[in-house]
């Protein structure tokens, strides 16, 4: 089966399962809101979704970050990345470059099943189910290499100078790779990772890797040697928790090395200090505009990027609200994120 139709469907149905039991929805309720998408939610239900309550923001969340501009791509965003002060996006089959004011400035044909993509010295990485390619920005072919095993389904990637992590959502370990395609390792949790859908995040902060072992709620930190150095989260609606069946599903990182977070089911972006202390719910799902999909989301100085069907979104801290919000007193003395410049 192919990736649009397997991952979409899985994505969908941990979705569903997430806001269902959340919101103690019967599968033929659920069945019902696919039909009848208007109407068939309990008050108190619609209530938590348009307003925010029951995401750790509550009914009368402001949230800190506004948006400031957006852009429509061509296609539905598969993944995208930040190269210097251009993004790359990857929609099916090609992979386009934008300025920031959502310019296009060059594209180029890419395979399908495209699960994710990554930038590291201007050379732009492709994630696969089972290999990766490597171009550079003209989009020529510089190498690519298969997986190291023939059972493999790729999820995401992140990129370092001390080499490529992958998550398998197959096998369920991450598979290290050289920047030049040779394996490495496999690097397993001590706490088995269990990976429902595909919602495997991974990044790298400061020469720590952290990935999502979403089944478990957990975020899990290993050195690039693949030790294990610990974990946090735990299961639940309210900020500092995580919901549904298996979340998160994407991890970035600020320029602090705060950790970032984005859910789906009821879909959130939060923030957390590297110990694992919560700092705040950023932007709610009525901010982000609904749905069950999670955002993929980067950080870029003062300014959040998010990526929703075929849209790029930037978002802003919002001076206004500050007394309202939890992440004007989060304790970070200099986070880039709140000294918004012009």
Not at 243 to 258: F, I, M, R, Y
Not at 286 to 314: F, R
Request: charged share 20%; hydrophobic share 35%; glycine share 10%.
């Amino acid at each position: 089966m192919d990736k649009i139709n397997r991952k979409k469907f899985l994505q969908l149905l941990g979705s569903l399962v997430a806001g269902g039991s959340l919101l103690s929805v019967s599968g033929i309720f659920l069945r019902k809101m696919f039909v009848i998408p208007k109407g068939m939610l309990p008050a108190s239900a619609e209530n938590s979704l348009t307003t925010g309550a029951g995401t750790g923001a509550g009914k009368d969340y402001v949230s800190p970050y506004k948006l400031v501009s957006s852009f429509k791509v061509h296609d539905a965003i598969e993944a995208f990345e930040l190269l210097d002060e251009r993004l790359v996006v990857a929609t099916a089959n090609s992979v386009s470059i934008y300025d920031r004011n959502g310019t296009l400035t060059n594209n180029f044909a890419a395979g399908s099943n495209l699960r994710d993509i990554s930038a590291d010295a201007n050379l732009i990485y492709l994630l696969f189910p089972t290999r990766i390619e490597v171009y550079d920005e003209a989009g020529g072919l510089v190498r690519e290499w298969m997986a190291c095993s023939d059972n493999s389904d790729y999820c995401s990637f992140t990129v370092t100078a001390g080499g490529v992590f992958v998550t398998d959502a197959a096998n369920k370990n991450i598979c290290k790779y050289t920047n030049e395609g040779q394996f490495v390792k496999f690097i397993n949790s001590p706490n088995k990772f269990v990976i429902p859908s595909y919602t495997f995040g991974i990044t790298c902060i400061d020469e720590v890797i952290y990935c999502s072992n979403s089944g478990r709620h957990l975020i899990e930190s290993y050195t690039l040697d693949g030790e294990y150095l610990g974990s946090f989260g735990k299961a639940g609606m309210q900020g500092g928790r995580f919901c549904g069946c298996c979340n998160p599903v994407h991890l970035t990182k600020t320029s602090t090395g705060e950790i970032i977070t984005s859910e789906k089911g009821l879909p959130r972006i939060s923030c957390y200090g590297r110990d694992g202390e919560f700092r705040s719910v950023l932007i709610d799902n009525h901010t982000l505009g609904g749905g069950h999909q999670a955002y993929e989301v980067k950080v870029d100085g003062d300014k959040m990027l998010v990526a929703g069907h075929n849209q790029i979104s930037i978002y802003q801290y919002d001076k206004s609200p500050i007394a309202k919000t939890a992440c004007s007193v989060c304790g970070v003395s200099r986070c880039e994120l709140r000294e918004v410049r012009s």
